[in-house]
């Protein structure tokens, strides 16, 4: 299995564009995670999917970011418009049972 | 809600042992985890205990008090490799897949 896969890994845009980040999880995992990582926050909970259905979304930080879940085997984070306080890496993970597995992250860079 | 305390820093010698706690505060609790982070990396899984006791695998052991709200993870025979982040996690209940919350991380340095 190639594991929970994420592109692009890395990514410098400008501040206003749009970013959109990808993710493939493992195939037969049923839950899909996103996280953001910074020094000063830690590994954030940003939204998770159960069997493609946003459960919980409340920790998206502003309207700007959005995320899709068309179907089980890809899910996008979206930012519109980007800001330099974005920048950070942007972990996705899926779980089938107890482990989480996460993909390799995507750093961003807004500048 | 959910907040995990865990050691910001932690230094050790090679080949020495060292362990790295983890108190935490949930409404409800299903299961610690630990993960290891290299610098650059993504979070690896290294251990869950969901029963109080000790959890061991190959250097690595994971132990679970419940009552205590405690838990730690401990590494022997301390390799340089092994310098990295280790973050400790709870679910909060266990309906569905509901997601991990991660402590602020470890980062532990092994020194020669």
């Known amino acids: 299995d190639a594991g929970v896969i994420q592109s692009p890994r890395h990514e410098v845009t400008e501040m206003g564009q749009e970013v959109t980040l990808r993710c493939k999880p493992i195939s037969g995992h049923n839950s899909l995670f996103w996280y953001r990582q910074t020094m000063m926050r830690g590994l954030e909970l940003l939204i998770y999917f159960n069997n493609n259905v946003p459960i919980d979304d409340s920790g998206m930080p502003e309207d700007r970011f959005s995320a899709k879940m068309p179907n089980a085997s890809f899910s996008t984070l979206k930012i519109q418009p980007s800001e330099p306080r974005d920048s950070a890496v942007y972990f996705c993970a899926s779980r089938g049972n107890n482990e989480q597995f996460f993909g390799p992250g995507t750093r961003l860079t807004v500048l | 809600g959910q907040s995990l305390e865990q050691p910001s820093e932690v230094t050790a010698v090679e080949g020495a042992i060292v362990q790295i706690n983890c108190t935490y505060q949930?409404?409800?609790?299903?299961?610690l985890s630990w993960y290891q982070q290299h610098d650059g990396g993504a979070p690896t899984f290294l251990s869950y205990?969901?029963?109080?006791g000790l959890e061991e695998t190959g250097r690595f052991s994971s132990f679970l008090s419940r009552s205590d709200s405690y838990g730690y993870l401990l590494l022997q025979e301390l390799q340089m490799k092994d310098s990295a982040s280790y973050f400790c996690a709870v679910r909060d209940h266990g309906s569905g897949n509901t997601p991990l919350v991660f402590g602020k991380g470890t980062r532990l340095s092994v020194i020669a």
């Open positions: 205990n969901a029963l109080d």
């Open positions: 949930t409404s409800g609790f299903y299961g």
